[in-house]
């Protein structure tokens, strides 16, 4: 038998990452949030499904419904704030996100959430102070970035600090 192919791939580093989000006036229309934050980590929770029956020797689990969750983090500036607090509790905020950035072919995974909850910032004498935002995933694709459209923010999301990028989910 011959031996299973190795494969190896080429770790992404992490300062790429690229982030966006809807906003409570265009919760369709994505912007780049990257430079507020610091940290993405997604997370899966699936029901555990017990289908054993009678005289069966061994349990029979299935898989049941699945949690995707993304919890984002960052620091606290008047601007992140202005930008997340509104989407509290909203639905269908289109959000797309680049593990190793939105390079052309570089792998985009986007969709609609739920902006779940949005802590108030903590605060340490010693620390810069921080966000917290837990997002939903409603609907998720998995695909590649494609050219990246560079759009003037309108003078209302000028005055906020939103970056300029966007792009229509």
Same mark, same amino acid.
Request: net charge negative; aromatic share 10%.
């Given at each position: 038998?011959?031996?299973?192919?190795?494969?190896?791939?080429?770790?992404?580093?992490?300062?790429? #990452?690229? *982030?966006?989000?809807?906003?409570?006036?265009?919760?369709?229309?994505?912007?780049? $949030? !990257?430079?507020? %934050? @610091? &940290?993405?980590?997604?997370?899966?929770?699936?029901?555990?499904?017990?289908? #054993?029956? *009678?005289?069966?020797?061994?349990?029979?689990?299935?898989?049941?419904?699945?949690? $995707? !969750?993304?919890? %984002? @983090? &960052?620091?606290?500036?008047?601007?992140?704030?202005?930008?997340?607090?509104?989407?509290?509790?909203?639905?269908?905020?289109?959000?797309?996100?680049?593990?190793?950035?939105?390079?052309?072919?570089?792998?985009?995974?986007?969709?609609?959430?739920?902006?779940?909850?949005?802590?108030?910032?903590?605060?340490?004498?010693?620390?810069?102070?921080?966000?917290?935002?837990?997002?939903?995933?409603?609907?998720?694709?998995?695909?590649?970035?494609?050219?990246?459209?560079?759009?003037?923010?309108?003078?209302?999301?000028?005055?906020?600090?939103?970056?300029?990028?966007?792009?229509?989910?």
């Amino acid at each position: 038998m011959p031996a299973a192919p190795i494969l190896t791939g080429e770790p992404q580093p992490g300062i790429h #990452t690229y *982030f966006a989000l809807g906003n409570d006036s265009a919760p369709t229309v994505v912007q780049d $949030i !990257s430079d507020f %934050l @610091t &940290g993405v980590e997604p997370s899966e929770d699936t029901d555990e499904l017990d289908a #054993t029956t *009678f005289r069966n020797t061994s349990k029979r689990i299935l898989a049941g419904f699945s949690t $995707i !969750s993304y919890t %984002l @983090t &960052g620091y606290y500036s008047e601007e992140a704030y202005e930008f997340f607090a509104p989407l509290r509790k909203m639905t269908g905020v289109a959000y797309e996100y680049g593990p190793g950035g939105n390079e052309d072919g570089k792998t985009k995974i986007s969709g609609l959430c739920t902006v779940f909850s949005f802590a108030d910032p903590s605060s340490s004498v010693d620390a810069v102070n921080g966000l917290t935002v837990e997002l939903r995933i409603e609907t998720r694709t998995v695909g590649v970035f494609s050219a990246v459209l560079m759009d003037e923010p309108e003078p209302a999301a000028a005055g906020r600090g939103i970056p300029k990028r966007s792009r229509a989910a």
